[in-house]
């Protein structure tokens, strides 16, 4: 298993920027890929990004050109830079990884975007 912490979230304006981090409890070389979903009220989880160990990307179309993700292995953590926010953003944010054939997902962060 493997424990995961998200970070970062908060109340931005639309326009405006964040960074969520999510640091895992083992080395994410292990992990072959890691990603962020979000779940706005009322709505289904969905993928935002994913990246894998080789450090391909892929985006959700709705933030393609506005959103980026990293991850630093060195520090166990997964980034994603968020910018040109925009009201339809607003959801709670995870991280997921696969390990072992288990699914894990942190606690979430909350992102409103409001003005």
């Known amino acids: 298993q493997v424990q995961l912490v998200e970070s970062g979230g908060g109340l931005v304006q639309p326009g405006g920027s964040l960074r969520l981090s999510c640091e895992a409890s083992?080395?994410?070389?292990?992990?072959?890929?890691m990603g962020w979903y979000r779940q706005a009220p009322g709505k289904q989880r969905e993928l935002v990004a994913r990246i894998s160990s080789g450090g391909n990307t892929a985006y959700a179309d709705s933030v393609k050109g506005r959103f980026t993700i990293s991850r630093d292995n060195a520090k166990n953590t997964l980034y994603l830079q968020m910018n040109s926010l925009k009201p339809e953003d607003t959801a709670v944010y995870y991280c997921?990884?696969?390990?072992?054939?288990?699914?894990?997902w942190g606690q979430g962060t909350q992102v409103t975007v409001s003005s």
């Open positions: 997921n990884t696969n390990y072992l054939g288990f699914d894990s």
């Open positions: 083992r080395s994410i070389l292990s992990f072959n890929a």
